[in-house]
């Protein structure tokens, strides 16, 4: 963000909106999808980006600062398998009611997520929401 932006460019997702749950996938009794829902009160686009966490749950495996590379960025949620160490998933259809899918983690891992939603994505008028849940 350009710091002459207004002071209002990002703005915390209503918690009681957001939604995640654990899906067991039938016939991979180690793997799980994610499934995360939020609202936001403007149409913006869905972004959802993840770290698996240490056993000890002190510490992430993955990486942030990679996860926000292009090379693990998928655009498409209609994939078969995720990363179980990281990645980010973004849909760009404009919606106030969203939904993101991570697709054959590890069940036995805990993760960390960072869900966005921008609205006027790369311009001076860029507004996001966001907000972080942790050991999902």
Do not use: C, Q
């Not at 207004?6 to 997702?13: E, L, N, R, S």
């Not at 292009?70 to 995720?82: A, F, G, H, S």
């Not at 939603?117 to 996001?128: A, C, L, M």
């Amino acid at each position: 963000p350009n710091s002459a932006w207004p002071t209002d460019w990002f703005k915390d997702i209503d918690p009681g909106s957001i939604e995640v749950e654990r899906i067991d996938i039938p016939n991979l009794p180690l793997k799980i999808d994610i499934k995360i829902t939020w609202t936001t009160p403007e149409a913006t686009n869905s972004n959802v980006a993840y770290v698996k966490k240490s056993i000890d749950g002190l510490s992430n495996i993955g990486s942030w600062e990679r996860v926000y590379n292009e090379n693990v960025l998928r655009k498409d949620t209609n994939i078969d398998k995720n990363d179980e160490v990281e990645g980010r998933i973004i849909k760009s259809t404009l919606v106030t009611s969203h939904e993101i899918i991570l697709k054959g983690l590890s069940k036995y891992d805990k993760y960390d997520l960072r869900i966005r939603s921008i609205k006027n994505p790369g311009t001076d008028e860029e507004i996001i929401w966001g907000a972080m849940k942790k050991d999902v």
